[in-house]
Structure formats: structure tokens, C-alpha cells
């Protein structure tokens, strides 16, 4: 009787865990992603280049009080761009100077990436990586699955003992 019962709760359990640990984890990945696009890499603003791949999310920044009067051209193979200097998204703080992103870079796949900018003293790089918010999530999926498995084995054991008493 008594493994029957932890066959059902385990059950019960385990599909509240399939709604819950892929959120909370993803949740987790979304947070380590979002610390690693703090971290500014300086590029040059009359032609800086980068490695761009299509598993993150790049941001062109410039100093805040440069924000609105800053146009860049960025080029590259499989780029696509999109200008969001009127969010006023802050990433973060290069010697007490606070950046906005004022161009958001995304990759097909791999490709060099060319920012030249107008109107900026100093142009920064900020990475948003997808990869830790995939494996959170798929992390996320497999232990409930293992876990549920395990639950139906307890249930069909408890269920062949009670029988067999």
C-alpha cells in the first residue's frame, strides 16, 4: 500500500514539475544570459568588427548621453538589425559611463559583423547568449521525465504488491 501511494504522489509531483522546473530553470539560464550581456566589450566606432553566432543576441552600445544622435551601419552576411535607441535600454557602466543599446544584432549563423558609427565617441558590445536559457530549459524537461518515470514504476510495483498480499 504504502509504495502505491508514493507511485501516486510521485506522479502528482512530477507533472507539477513538468509546469515548474523548465520555467524556473529557463528562468535561471534567462538570468545567467542576462549577467553575461553586463559585461561590455569595446569596439571601434569607425569600423570595430565581430565574431557574430545565431545562438545570441548582440547589442551595439554607446554612451547614454550619445544615444539619440548616434547612426551606425552594421553589415555583415545574415545579419539582421533592429534600432532601439527610443527603449533606453541600459547595459551597463564602462568608467562610470552608463551605455544604452541603441541596435540590437541578430546572426543566421556564424558571421564577421562590421559596426561603424557616426556621432560616438565610444562604441560597446554587449553578448546576450540563448544557450544557457536552452540547456536550463531542456534540463528542465528531462528530470521531470526521468522523475515521472520512476513514479509510474513505484505505482505498477505498489499495485503488484497490493495484489500479490
Not at 104 to 114: H, S
Not at 134 to 141: H, Q, R
Amino acid at each position: 500500500m504504502k509504495r502505491m501511494v508514493a507511485g501516486g504522489i510521485g506522479i502528482v509531483l512530477n507533472l507539477v514539475g513538468f509546469a515548474l522546473v523548465p520555467l524556473l530553470l529557463g528562468f535561471v539560464g534567462l538570468v545567467i544570459a542576462g549577467m553575461g550581456s553586463m559585461s561590455l566589450t569595446p569596439l571601434d566606432p569607425r569600423g570595430g568588427t565581430f565574431e557574430a553566432s545565431a545562438m545570441s543576441v548582440y547589442g551595439i552600445a554607446v554612451p547614454a548621453t550619445e544615444a539619440q544622435a548616434v547612426t551606425c551601419e552594421i553589415t555583415g552576411q545574415g545579419v539582421t538589425t533592429e534600432h532601439t535607441a527610443h527603449e533606453g535600454y541600459s547595459v551597463g557602466e564602462v568608467d562610470g559611463i552608463e551605455y544604452v543599446e541603441i541596435y540590437e544584432v541578430q546572426a543566421d549563423g556564424r558571421a564577421e559583423v562590421t559596426v561603424m558609427c557616426e556621432g560616438a565617441s565610444d562604441v560597446a558590445l554587449s553578448d546576450f547568449g540563448v544557450t544557457s536559457i536552452l540547456l536550463g530549459a531542456g534540463v528542465g524537461l528531462v528530470l521531470p521525465a526521468v522523475g515521472l518515470v520512476l513514479a509510474i514504476a513505484l505505482l505498477v510495483w505498489g499495485i503488484i504488491a497490493r495484489v500479490r498480499s
